[in-house]
């Protein structure tokens, strides 16, 4: 499992996601439970889709706040 806030990941891709189906995932920031079927965020350490992971995206929220989950254009602007 990758670390969310590891330092070898430059930047995040990420969309919004909601699934009929019933899964049940661990949000990597806050490690609690994450139905698939509510409003969430698929997440993949610079878009590498085979280490996607979910989150909740109230836990993207504070980690864009806190300066520790930067995007493309937010890594690729130096930002």
Same mark, same amino acid.
């Given at each position: 499992m990758t670390p969310v806030t590891s330092d070898?990941? #430059?930047?995040w891709a990420m969309r919004p996601a909601q699934s009929? #189906?019933? &899964?049940t995932y661990r949000c990597p920031f806050c490690n609690e439970l994450l139905h698939a079927m509510s409003d969430h965020v698929v997440i993949a350490p610079e878009g590498d889709v085979n280490r996607r992971r979910h989150a909740h995206m109230e836990c993207i929220v504070e980690a864009r706040k &806190?300066?520790?989950? #930067?995007?493309?254009d937010e890594w690729r602007g130096g930002l």
């Amino acid at each position: 499992m990758t670390p969310v806030t590891s330092d070898d990941v #430059r930047w995040w891709a990420m969309r919004p996601a909601q699934s009929n #189906r019933p &899964a049940t995932y661990r949000c990597p920031f806050c490690n609690e439970l994450l139905h698939a079927m509510s409003d969430h965020v698929v997440i993949a350490p610079e878009g590498d889709v085979n280490r996607r992971r979910h989150a909740h995206m109230e836990c993207i929220v504070e980690a864009r706040k &806190a300066g520790t989950f #930067r995007t493309y254009d937010e890594w690729r602007g130096g930002l």
